[in-house]
């Protein structure tokens, strides 16, 4: 069973960045994705990476995230930058039907 651990949440200021991390086990080349959930909202999928390499985001996200792999590592980031305060939300990292433990990113002044 795959483990996936996020990290690299916290608070940080509107128009800010974050970059987060999911460092999953094993040795295999998967697509993964990032979620989001904000308070009394659904999850929501952020951006996904396929093995191959391709990318695709929400169109909220797009032109400030960036999702990216470091296959040598096993490793998924996301680069966050220009943060909202609508970005507020724990942020999950998947593969397969794994999820991570969530990752908390807030954005406020």
């Known amino acids: 069973q795959v483990q996936l651990v996020e990290s690299g949440g916290g608070l940080v200021q509107p128009g800010g960045s974050l970059r987060l991390s999911c460092a999953a086990s094993?040795?295999?080349?998967?697509?993964m994705a990032w979620y989001r959930q904000a308070p009394g909202k659904q999850r929501e999928l952020v951006a996904i990476i396929t093995a191959p390499g391709s990318t695709n985001y929400a169109e909220s996200v797009k032109g400030r995230f960036t999702i990216s792999r470091a296959n040598a590592k096993n490793t998924v980031y996301l680069q966050m930058n220009n943060l909202k305060p609508e970005d507020t939300a724990v942020y999950y990292c998947?593969?397969?039907?794994?999820w991570g433990q969530g990752t908390q990113v807030t954005v406020s002044s």
């Open positions: 998947k593969r397969g039907n794994t």
């Open positions: 094993g040795n295999s080349i998967y697509a």
